[in-house]
């Protein structure tokens, strides 16, 4: 079975562009959830969707950054415009109808840097 | 007092060692807690939950002390293999999100 799938894995782009990066979770997953991971600040929860409707996106840093689940196959999350200090791994995962469980399936990150 | 606090290590120990990690929480009312493993440069994968009566998986266990509030994980017969990040992971309350601590960083030497 795929596991979540995230892309890009790596990106490097130019401070003021615009970032997109994309989710796919595991089929039957009720819930979707967005990370950011530096060494600084560690693993950060920005936002999570359950039911593709967000729930909580008290972790989002700034207006700069927005996230989509047009439907239960996809998310995105949006940087605009980049700023050096977004750069960082950012994870998305998936769980169960079960809900909070514990088990989270990550995607294997996308890598962002900003310039 | 930090949602989730880790000690980050690095903790460097022998093959054969046993070694343990604490992490203490500060929601009193989180009933569910979790580690996760981190390899470098991978995501985060789930270890093992941490039950009240506390939990044991071949050479490792968790344990929860709710009247100081941390959890503990004890490696016993260190493997290189298990050289990693843990990462202590509690919900932030009731039914909601989990909250992920920094992690320890355990190097596992020959």
Known sequence: DAGVIQSPRHEVTEMGQEVTLRCKPISGHDYLFWYRQT???GLELLIYFNNNVPIDDSGMPEDRFSAKMPNASFS???????EPRDSAVYFCASSSRQGFTGELFFGEGSRLTVL | RKEVEQDPGPFNVPEGATVAF???YSNSASQSFFWYRQDCRKEPKLLMSVYSSG???GRFTAQLNRASQYISLLIRDSKLSDSATYLCVVPKG??????FG????????A
Do not use: F, Y
């Open chain 2, 102 to 109: 920094k992690g320890t960083r355990l190097s596992v030497i």
């Open chain 1, 76 to 82: 995105t999350l949006k940087i605009q415009p980049s």
């Open chain 2, 94 to 99: 009731g039914n909601t999100p989990l909250v």
């Open chain 1, 39 to 41: 060494m600084m600040r």
């Open chain 2, 55 to 57: 939990n044991e998986d």
């Open chain 2, 22 to 24: 604490n992490c203490t």
